[in-house]
């Protein structure tokens, strides 16, 4: 580590000393039209007025949309992968997602946990892991707000913010062509993108971007597999089902999104915006990117055959067609699959009076998705498949008001209002049970669920801006939020065998049914100070904090071994509170950004899901944690020497449980700290205290470090390339201390080189993605019905699955416009 650490830190030390000299050491020459001289000044909206990135006191990270498009940042993944101390994990259920800032994020397996990274596209919240399934493309620019924002974002940003604004129509016709091909998955990419001025106040924008996979970044290595079953109700052996293999290739992805923008300015005061967007997205296996990559043996528990390693391999097979022909949301065939849609639709209006801004925002958006899965992801004899079907919807508005008045104090007040609604429904075979008496749709399955959850939220926020000084600025704020969730679950079917779920013969009311009715309440008050002693320079601190609401696991278990099945499926809100300060700079007659961040932030009842075996349980606990930090970044463009660009960054994180007794991950002995709460039924320890131990994704020591150069290479051709690295320390994926879970430090690194006319009408690009093809996990479970014996002195640890990022890719891509 200390070695990453001197070859990160001697590589920006030698950049900072070089980049000056290199600079004087050129002839200044007048630079070629297209070519970038100096900086780009990036505007963001991190305190929902628009600012320079450099003038706002928040740690952000920000893109323009030229540069999402060059780095080919086209969704959230590929977004994490370039930005230290972010991390997205894509996982099968639940969630569907792991999204992780500074060590904080939401564990991904209950669906009902809003990530504590809140996703914000075009002024609306987005809180559900799915959105992960959504392509962003013909961007405006890119947002990473790191730390609590609880004052501007609305709800559930505890950990920071993903803040993405789409594409306006322009005052000019504008036709944008692009087709990419990627060589790994053999994946065909186009796009259409028109911007039409209708006439002199109204605007049009259209954009579309389909794809299709014919191969796939991960291969199935899986055979056939024997699942014997016995019908409880005969006692007797029943016809074995067989699963055979799922695609070899995988995701074998086919994308279809598109959104249409109009906008209206009558006046200089009035700019209203009506966007419409829509995704559908469908996989061939919803767990794709589950590898086995660490197992005690070094060989699968239950497929011996198959050597674990860190590699872009899976061991997956389909549903046995006898079931899936029957049961609800499986393909006929029992092929595995995820399919995701969504249509989201936000009308924006804003109007300037002489003094005050008013802005409203108001957004409809659904989503469905279903899947098949092989749900202990290495399918063998016991294997495990489910099927799921889950919708939400919701409907927001938020009305603020911003004044500019001359005098030294300025306020911004407004409201937000949000109605949500979850709907799940799950069917799940496994235990090698078969019932003889029930319907056709439920003869193989163990048990079924069903859940939904009615949410509202309503909130005021304001903010006070005094102006000390021309150099010294103020702010105070606050946030109240209110929010009530009622939430049901039942398991309509369970097969007779399985006695420990709970089922309506055990509910006095014979309904079977769990309810809870929640209610939230919340201050969280923020207040900063900036000084900008001299042009171009600014320092700031800040006190923060942040609050993410309690709910429903709604893709829990409700198990009669547990002691508070209620308390197994409701969970408290997640509480932050801290500070941060720092120094932005923009020097060398701006040619050199150079900033420093610093923060310190506790985080109370942090929320995070756990599959207790020994009872089949769900269960949402909390836990108190603290992250604190150093952030480095910089960003050098020589006038000198033009289309050159350097910039990297250096962080340093300590994220650490402050107090967690915690259960014990599968097989872990009293010996390796499984030495709490005695359970006598199962004679055998259930607790682990990790207080002081490292949080889950986060790695003490990241960096990146990256050029770009472009320049003309005749009259009117131009030439550009890019090389970025990014560097991670090594890290537990999992929350519970798992040593096995472990990634050893790496280095990332994407290259690309391109041509194209002057003008940039038209481009020709190479870009690689992970050129070292590096396996590393973003998130981790223990391999269903693997380890064992927790607790015990006999204990012995599960195989550990990880959720892979992509392997090498290389992609071409045309792009053209008029």
């Not at 911007?195 to 970044?217: C, E, F, H, I, Q």
């Not at 016995?230 to 055979?244: A, K, M, R, S």
């Not at 359970?679 to 050029?707: C, D, E, F, H, I």
Request: contains cysteine; hydrophobic residues 35%; charged residues 20%.
């Amino acid at each position: 580590m200390k070695y990453a650490l001197t070859r990160a830190s001697t590589a920006m030390c030698v950049i900072w000393a070089a980049a000056p000299a290199l600079a004087l050491a050129q002839t200044s020459t007048p630079a070629s039209p297209g070519v970038q001289v100096g900086l780009d000044e990036i505007i963001v909206t991190a305190r929902k007025r628009a600012e320079s990135v450099q003038d706002v006191p928040v740690a952000v990270t920000a893109l323009s949309g030229e540069q999402v498009l060059r780095q080919d940042l086209t969704n959230l993944e590929k977004i994490a992968a370039r930005t230290p101390n972010f991390t997205v994990g894509r996982a099968s259920n639940g969630s569907g997602a792991q999204m992780t800032l500074r060590g904080i994020g939401s564990s991904s397996t209950s669906i009902g946990i809003e990530q504590s990274v809140a996703v914000i596209v075009d002024g609306v919240y987005y809180g559900q892991g799915r959105t992960i399934n959504e392509g962003f493309f013909d961007l405006e620019r890119l947002e990473i707000l790191k730390g609590p924002q609880a004052l501007f974002f609305g709800k559930n940003a505890t950990a920071g913010v993903v803040s993405i604004t789409s594409a306006d129509p322009g005052d000019e016709l504008e036709i944008i062509g692009r087709a990419r091909y990627e060589f790994k998955s053999e994946q065909i990419q186009g796009e259409a993108i028109a911007s039409v001025p209708l006439n002199d106040t109204l605007g049009l924008r259209v954009s579309l971007r389909a794809s299709k996979m014919y191969g796939g970044y991960y291969r199935n290595i899986a055979e056939p597999v024997t699942y014997p079953v016995v019908d409880v109700i005969t006692e007797q052996p029943g016809t074995p089902l067989v699963g055979l293999p799922a695609d070899r290739e995988a995701p074998g992805e086919e994308e279809l999104l598109g959104r249409i923008t109009l906008k209206w300015t009558p006046n200089d005061q009035l700019t209203a915006t009506l966007k419409a967007s829509g995704t559908y997205n469908e996989v061939n296996n919803n767990s794709w990117n589950y590898v086995a990559f660490n197992c005690p043996t070094g060989y699968s528990m239950l497929l011996p055959q198959y050597k674990c390693d860190r590699k872009f391999v899976t061991h997956q097979n389909n549903l046995p067609a006898e079931v899936a022909r029957d049961m609800p949301y499986a393909k006929k065939d029992g092929s595995l699959y995820n399919r995701y849609k969504s249509f989201a639709i936000t009308g924006t209006v804003n109007y300037e009076l002489p003094s005050i801004t008013l802005t409203s925002v108001t957004n409809y958006n659904w989503n469905n998705n279903r899947w098949a899965c092989a749900c202990d992801f290495q399918s063998s004899s016991i294997s495990n498949w489910a099927t799921e079907n889950t919708s939400y919807d919701a409907f927001s508005t938020e009305f603020r008001a911003l004044t500019s008045y001359d005098g030294p104090v300025n306020v911004l007040v407004g409201g937000y209002y949000q109605k949500t609604n979850r709907k799940f429904n799950q069917w799940i075979m496994f235990g090698n049970v078969a019932n003889s008496t029930a319907s056709p749709a439920n003869r193989y399955l163990a048990t079924t669920k069903t859940s939904k959850t009615d949410g509202e939220t309503v909130s005021g926020f304001g903010q006070v801006i005094w102006r000390l000084a021309d150099s010294i600025e103020a702010t105070a704020g606050v946030r109240y939020t209110h929010e009530t969730k009622d939430s049901i679950f039942s398991q309509p079917y369970n097969n007779p065998a399985l006695t420990w779920i709970f089922r309506p013969a055990d509910d006095p009311d014979g309904l079977g049914v769990t309810t809870a009715k929640q209610s939230f309440n919340n201050w969280s008050p923020e207040a900063t100070i900036s000084w900008s002693p001299v042009d171009d320079v600014m320092l700031y601190a800040a006190f923060k904090t942040g609050y993410k609401s309690g709910g429903f696991s709604n893709s829990g278990i409700n198990s009669k071994l547990s002691n508070d099945p209620l308390g197994d499926l409701t969970f408290e809100p997640e509480k932050a509170v801290g500070f941060e300060g720092g120094i932005k700079t923009t020097l060398l007659d701006r040619q050199l950004r150079f900033n420093v961040a610093l923060y310190s932030f506790k985080y109370k009842d942090m929320q995070i899901d756990f599959f207790n075996s020994p009872i089949f349980a769900f269960q949402t606990m909390t836990a108190d944690a603290r992250t604190k930090g150093v952030e480095i970044e910089f960003e050098y463009a020589p006038q000198a020497v033009e289309g050159l660009n350097i910039h990297g960054s250096l962080n340093y994180n300590r994220a650490r449980y402050l107090d967690f007794i915690a259960p014990c991950y599968a097989g872990q002995t009293p010996a390796a700290g499984c030495n709490l709460e005695f359970n006598a039924a199962v004679n055998a320890y259930t607790r682990q205290n990790l207080t002081g131990s490292t949080l889950a994704m986060a790695p003490k020591w990241t960096a990146t470090l990256g050029a770009s150069y472009e320049r003309e290479v005749s009259n009117n051709l131009l030439f550009g390339i890019g090389v970025d690295a990014r560097y991670s320390d090594n890290y537990l994926a999992s929350g519970f201390g798992n040593p096995a879970s472990r990634q050893k430090s790496y280095v990332n690194l994407d290259a690309s080189v391109r041509v194209g006319s002057l003008d940039r009408r038209w481009e020709l690009a190479l870009l690689g993605k992970n050129l070292t093809n590096r396996f590393y996990a973003t998130g981790v479970v223990d391999g269903p019905s693997t380890g064992g014996n927790t607790g015990t002195p006999d204990g012995f640890l599960a195989d550990q699955l990880g959720f892979g990022v992509l392997p090498r890719t290389v992609q071409v891509q045309l792009s053209w416009r008029y």
